[in-house]
């Protein structure tokens, strides 16, 4: 017997809390893409509602989020979103994979959403458009993360798409909002915004 089927058994014996830590250390969608469908153990374990509530579809490069290749996002939509979209509480997304991932499924839990490495033009069109996100954040959405990096707009830009019209738009059309944090970062310094507390949203 080879050493890599000493080690299968190895670890098809281990014991569940002992594979939950293991899945614990891994990146989430290493664990989707390398233990989804092995066998039906594994994948009690990998959908368990405590592990999946947090679905973060971005990996973290050279000091950036960027988001998962093609085959692995192939593959947790097709394979892995039609079994746990009804068990996800939160979700990290980027300009890459949003339309796959938030227009094409409906997250009936979904309540806390972290939007990562966004253009502003990209935002504010998603933001006035008749699309998913805006429907999840007049009637779902009650902590909100935005992360805008546009190297092609100037902190002080004034445009129709400026981050003062962008906060407007999700504070008025946020209905459940209770946490956004919102942080810009361009080719200039980031910009720094104060805004009056609003009586149901906590800035931080």
Request: some cysteine; charged content about 20%; proline content about 3%.
């Amino acid at each position: 017997m080879n050493a890599s089927s000493n080690n299968n058994i190895i670890i098809l014996d281990l014991p569940n809390e002992i594979l939950v830590i293991i899945f614990n250390k891994l990146n989430m969608i290493d664990a989707f893409y390398s233990l989804v469908d092995v066998n039906e153990r594994f994948n009690r374990l990998v959908f368990d509602r405590l592990y999946i509530h947090n679905l973060d579809l971005t990996v973290k490069s050279s000091n950036r989020m960027s988001s998962i290749n093609n085959q692995m996002l192939d593959k947790v939509c097709e394979k892995i979103l039609p079994r746990i979209y009804h068990q996800v509480n939160k979700l990290t997304v980027e300009p890459y994979s949003i339309e796959r991932l938030l227009f094409t499924t409906g997250y009936p839990q979904l309540d806390s959403l972290s939007l990562i490495n966004f253009q502003k033009e990209t935002f504010y069109k998603y933001l006035t458009g008749n699309t998913m996100l805006r429907f999840l954040l007049m009637d779902q959405i009650k902590h909100l993360v935005v992360e805008i990096k546009d190297e092609t707009t100037t902190a002080t830009g004034l445009s129709y798409k400026n981050t003062l019209d962008i906060l407007s738009l999700i504070l008025f059309s946020s209905k459940r909002l209770t946490h956004l944090i919102f942080s810009e970062w361009s080719s200039e310094e980031p910009l720094a915004i104060s805004i009056f507390n609003h009586p149901q949203v906590c800035w931080q």
